[in-house]
């Protein structure tokens, strides 16, 4: 579910951004403007929004390199950033609600994925608190929710 897209009273003031061509976000959210992109590339300007508000997409978009490049992308349109994730550390992964695999090697824990058919979980990047921190330039707070990490640039 999309809380945000949902539940803000001015959605005319969000803009959203995906991968994909937007039709069925078009569709189910006619009043918030949609833009084709990647989160490791934006189309905007610097400093083009007050906010940047990404929840739970740096673990989808590649490794380190990329979600490095994703957090430098939005530091660079927003005037404060709130970037979330799962919280590698947690026992039990939020994608797969498996427990303990996603803490093995990938050796070990791809087979594991496909065995239960969860396969597309092998191609998510989970970040620690620290891992999380260590991709931003400068001050950042990670406020650790326990499944949830959340970093904060304000």
């Known amino acids: 579910m999309n809380f945000l897209e949902e539940l803000y009273p001015w959605p005319e003031q969000i803009t959203a951004l995906g991968l994909h061509d937007g039709t069925g976000f078009r569709a189910r959210y006619p009043s918030i403007p949609y833009v084709q992109g990647d989160a490791c590339d934006l189309p905007f300007e610097d400093g083009a929004f007050d906010v940047v508000f990404s929840n739970a997409v740096i673990e989808h978009v590649g490794g380190r390199e990329r979600q490095r490049r994703m957090v430098l992308e939005a530091v660079r349109v927003g005037r404060r950033v709130f970037i979330t994730t799962p919280n590698r550390l947690f026992p ?5 609600r498996l427990p303990l ?25 989970l970040l620690s608190a620290r891992g999380l921190a260590a991709l931003f330039p400068g001050r950042v707070r990670i406020v650790n929710l326990g499944l949830t990490l959340v970093a904060i640039v304000d």
Do not use: I, M, Q
């Open 101 to 125: 695999v996603h803490w093995l090697p990938d050796s070990l824990s791809h087979p594991v994925y496909r065995a239960v058919g969860k396969g597309f979980a092998a191609e998510n990047h």
């Open 92 to 96: 039990v992964e939020v994608h797969t």
